[in-house]
């Protein structure tokens, strides 16, 4: 986990909360529509194998979530979903994620996903810290913020 110093090229929870204000409710909805987009993205990887990959379906899922995150965080620092409800990843600098932060983030959030109570404990986090980081964005330091905060 990183101190509150080096946070000190991002938003301040206390001072500007608009840039973190529901982005815990946001991350939900937004999960919720990656999921359906994973859904449709294997659903479609099935018919390309005449669906005999429903035999390595766990495998496949895996693969292509993967994928999905990690290009569409790399190219835009937010899945679709996410783009959907305005918030976006920001690392510890401020900055907007690259392929790097991309892929560690996304093998964070696929270790959490994975591995029951380590997703409780991300969401109680991301309920409970002033700028709604799960335990992937402690570990990295990132946060995740409104678009248009005002």
């Not at 990690?70 to 620092?77: D, E, I, P, Y």
């Not at 991301?126 to 980081?133: D, N, Y």
């Amino acid at each position: 986990m990183y101190p509150n110093a080096t946070y000190s090229q991002l938003p301040d929870p206390v001072h500007q909360r608009a840039f973190y204000e529901s982005v815990a409710l946001k991350r939900g909805m937004a999960w919720v529509i990656d999921t359906m987009i994973v859904a449709v993205l294997v659903f479609i990887a099935l018919l390309f194998t005449a669906f005999l990959g429903v035999f390595i379906f766990f495998a496949i899922w895996l693969v292509v979530s993967f994928g999905y995150r990690v290009a569409t965080l790399a190219t835009g620092s937010a899945t679709w979903g996410m783009r959907l409800m305005a918030i976006e990843f920001r690392d510890w600098q401020g900055q907007r994620f690259g392929l790097p932060q991309a892929l560690l983030h996304t093998l964070g959030y696929t270790v959490s996903v994975s591995i029951a109570p380590l997703q409780i404990v991300s969401i109680v986090c991301m309920l409970a810290t002033e700028r709604g980081q799960g335990l992937t964005d402690l570990a990295l330091g990132t946060v995740a913020l409104n678009r248009r905060a005002s």
